[in-house]
C-alpha cells in the first residue's frame, strides 16, 4: 500500500498475498539462504582466508584493483569524518605495510557491518575458491526453495535485492547444500540501485523488470523497506520466518508471514490448503 494508503485493515479486507502478482522480489538472508549463515560462516570464512587470499592474488590485478577501491573508500570515509577508519598506504608503500592495513581496514569495516562496494568486491573474490572448492556452502532454506520451485512452475519471477552485491548473491544461489539454484532467480540487484529504504530503487526494479509496482510482492524482514516498497507501488510483505517480531500495527499495514508455504501459488497447493492471506 502507498504511503497514503498506509490505514489499518480488518481482517476481512485481507487479500490473498499473491494475487495478480507476476514476480517477488526478496533479500538473501532469511529467505534463500537460511538466518545466520551470512553472518556467521560466510563472514568467518572471509575473515580465514583473507590475508592468504592477498599474499596469493597480490600481483594480479583483480586483486590490485580491490585494493585500490578500498583505498579510496577509506579516503572518503575519511573526509566524512568515519570514526575509527582505516587508511590504507599509496602503492608506493613496501607491500607488507599496504597488506596489513587492506586486513585491518576490511576487518574494522566488516566489524561495523558496512556493504560499500569496495568491500564486498573484495569479499566475493576472497570468497570465490572455498565456493568452488566445496570448503563452503550457503545453507539454503527447504520451506524456501519449495516455494521458489513453484513460482518457477506457475510462471513467477523470483528477483534478488540484497545490500550484499550481485557477484556475492550469484556465489550463494550457485553454491548451496541443495545444488546449483541460479534457475530459480530471473534478476540480481543490489545497492548500485539504491538504498533499500529509498522507493526510487523499488520503482527502478519495477521498471527494468518490465512489471507494473502492483505486480511485485517484495519479501523484506525490515519494516522500513517494506513502507519503501509500498510507497513504490509493490506489495510488500513482511517475512516472520527470520526470528524478527513485528508490532500488532505493523502486521495491521502489512501483509506477513509466517511460513513461506504460505507464499504458494495458486493450482500448486495441497488440496484443502487454504490461500495466502495476511
Given at each position: 500500500?502507498?504511503?497514503?494508503?498506509?490505514?489499518?485493515?480488518?481482517h476481512?479486507?485481507?487479500?490473498?498475498?499473491?494475487a495478480d502478482?507476476?514476480?517477488?522480489v526478496?533479500?538473501?538472508?532469511?529467505?534463500?539462504v537460511?538466518?545466520?549463515?551470512?553472518k556467521?560462516?560466510?563472514?568467518?570464512t572471509?575473515?580465514?582466508?583473507?590475508?592468504?587470499?592477498?599474499?596469493?592474488?597480490?600481483?594480479?590485478?583483480?586483486?590490485?584493483?580491490?585494493v585500490?577501491?578500498?583505498?579510496?573508500?577509506a579516503?572518503?570515509?575519511?573526509?566524512a569524518?568515519?570514526?575509527?577508519v582505516i587508511d590504507?598506504?599509496?602503492?608506493?608503500?613496501?607491500?607488507?605495510?599496504?597488506?596489513?592495513?587492506?586486513?585491518k581496514?576490511?576487518?574494522?569495516?566488516?566489524?561495523?557491518?558496512?556493504?560499500d562496494?569496495?568491500?564486498e568486491?573484495l569479499?566475493?573474490?576472497?570468497?570465490r575458491?572455498?565456493?568452488?572448492?566445496?570448503?563452503l556452502?550457503?545453507?539454503?532454506s527447504e520451506?524456501?526453495?519449495n516455494v521458489?520451485?513453484?513460482?518457477?512452475?506457475?510462471?513467477?519471477?523470483?528477483?534478488?535485492?540484497?545490500?550484499?552485491?550481485?557477484?556475492?548473491q550469484k556465489?550463494?544461489?550457485a553454491?548451496?547444500?541443495?545444488?546449483d539454484?541460479s534457475?530459480?532467480?530471473?534478476?540480481?540487484?543490489?545497492l548500485?540501485?539504491?538504498?533499500?529504504?529509498?522507493?526510487?530503487s523499488?520503482?527502478?526494479?519495477?521498471?527494468?523488470?518490465?512489471?507494473?509496482?502492483?505486480?511485485?510482492?517484495?519479501?523484506?524482514?525490515?519494516?522500513e523497506e517494506?513502507?519503501?516498497?509500498a510507497e513504490a507501488?509493490?506489495?510488500?510483505?513482511?517475512?516472520?520466518?527470520t526470528g524478527?517480531?513485528?508490532?500488532?500495527?505493523?502486521?495491521?499495514?502489512?501483509?506477513?508471514?509466517?511460513?513461506?508455504?504460505?507464499?504458494?501459488?495458486?493450482?500448486?497447493?495441497?488440496?484443502?490448503?487454504?490461500p495466502?492471506k495476511k
Amino acid at each position: 500500500m502507498a504511503e497514503n494508503e498506509a490505514t489499518k485493515r480488518s481482517h476481512a479486507e485481507s487479500e490473498d498475498i499473491l494475487a495478480d502478482v507476476r514476480g517477488i522480489v526478496c533479500d538473501t538472508a532469511g529467505t534463500f539462504v537460511a538466518p545466520g549463515f551470512l553472518k556467521e560462516k560466510f563472514s568467518s570464512t572471509v575473515q580465514e582466508n583473507l590475508k592468504s587470499y592477498l599474499e596469493s592474488h597480490w600481483d594480479k590485478d583483480e586483486c590490485q584493483q580491490d585494493v585500490e577501491a578500498l583505498r579510496q573508500q577509506a579516503v572518503r570515509d575519511k573526509e566524512a569524518e568515519v570514526e575509527g577508519v582505516i587508511d590504507i598506504p599509496s602503492a608506493e608503500e613496501e607491500k607488507d605495510s599496504i597488506m596489513e592495513a587492506v586486513v585491518k581496514n576490511v576487518l574494522w569495516q566488516m566489524e561495523q557491518e558496512r556493504y560499500d562496494a569496495a568491500l564486498e568486491t573484495l569479499q566475493s573474490h576472497v570468497i570465490r575458491d572455498p565456493f568452488k572448492t566445496g570448503k563452503l556452502q550457503a545453507e539454503v532454506s527447504e520451506d524456501f526453495l519449495n516455494v521458489a520451485k513453484n513460482w518457477a512452475a506457475s510462471g513467477k519471477k523470483l528477483y534478488v535485492y540484497s545490500t550484499w552485491g550481485k557477484e556475492v548473491q550469484k556465489l550463494l544461489l550457485a553454491y548451496t547444500d541443495k545444488g546449483d539454484l541460479s534457475e530459480y532467480v530471473s534478476g540480481f540487484y543490489d545497492l548500485s540501485t539504491g538504498p533499500k529504504t529509498d522507493k526510487d530503487s523499488y520503482a527502478h526494479i519495477a521498471e527494468e523488470v518490465d512489471v507494473k509496482p502492483e505486480e511485485l510482492l517484495f519479501l523484506t524482514d525490515s519494516v522500513e523497506e517494506a513502507k519503501s516498497a509500498a510507497e513504490a507501488g509493490l506489495k510488500a510483505c513482511l517475512n516472520e520466518t527470520t526470528g524478527v517480531e513485528f508490532t500488532d500495527d505493523d502486521r495491521q499495514n502489512y501483509n506477513c508471514i509466517k511460513s513461506f508455504s504460505e507464499l504458494e501459488a495458486e493450482g500448486e497447493k495441497e488440496e484443502g490448503e487454504p490461500p495466502a492471506k495476511k
